[in-house]
């Protein structure tokens, strides 16, 4: 089955706003995650990663929080701009699943003026 | 530096016949990985190939193949089309190591 998933697969978010973005994953092994954001017609683009011997990584106006007590993972963007609207993914990479990307199935972030 | 090159963008095929896709990674990327993306089943790992060999692969029927050129290009091959099989097909490429990712446009391809 999956190993991550979304919790909502929509989120409309007023400009200006922050805006959070959640993910949980099933599997404790997993090494390493990303955040994917994918504009319609393009592929994903990496927005930020991290390790899961951290808890916190910060990026330009994005931050991923990684929660592995309760293997929960968290993208949040500051002062949400109309450019952010598109899919978000969360994907994780396990050494047991040879280093496969896998993804969640994505977050439709909507960004109304 | 130039991305991740997919050719074609789009392409309509009739079911039963087969296609080939092609991607070209970042140059000096030697890891070439294939993806299928649909409104259904999302993203999903079709095969990676590094240094020209299949490093792994994922849970497709054999009609998916691919191979790597010793330039690091990559060729996705499907054949006899079946309407399900039309997807977004994404192409990711990456350093020598497991990490690193850098996708592609992708490949619409319809199936009639």
């Known amino acids: 089955g999956e190993s991550v998933g979304l919790h909502l697969p929509t989120l409309s978010i007023q400009e200006g706003d922050n805006s959070i973005i959640n993910c949980a994953y099933s599997?404790?092994?997993?090494?390493?995650f990303i955040w994917y954001k994918q504009e319609s017609g393009k592929g994903p683009q990496f927005i930020i990663d991290?390790?899961?011997?951290?808890d916190k990584r910060q990026g330009q106006r994005v931050t991923v929080l990684l929660n592995k007590t309760v293997k929960h993972l968290s993208l949040q963007i500051a002062a949400t701009q109309p450019g952010d609207s598109a899919v978000y993914f969360c994907a994780e990479i396990r050494r047991s699943n040879d280093y496969k990307l896998s993804f969640g199935a994505g977050t439709t972030v909507t960004v109304r003026a | 530096k130039a991305g991740v090159t997919q050719t074609p963008r789009y392409l309509i095929k009739t079911r039963g016949q087969q296609v080939t896709l092609s991607c070209s990674p970042i140059s000096g990327h030697r890891s070439v990985s294939w993806y299928q993306q649909t409104p259904g089943q999302g993203l999903q790992f079709l095969f990676e190939y590094f240094s020209e060999t299949q490093r792994n692969k994922g849970n497709f029927p054999g009609r998916f193949s691919g191979r790597q050129f010793s330039n690091s290009r990559s060729e996705m091959n499907v054949s006899t089309l079946e309407l399900g099989d039309s997807a977004l097909y994404l192409c990711a490429s990456s350093p020598a190591s497991r990490y690193g990712y850098t996708f592609g446009s992708g490949t619409r391809l319809t199936v009639v």
């Open positions: 599997n404790s092994a997993s090494d390493y």
């Open positions: 991290i390790r899961s011997n951290m």
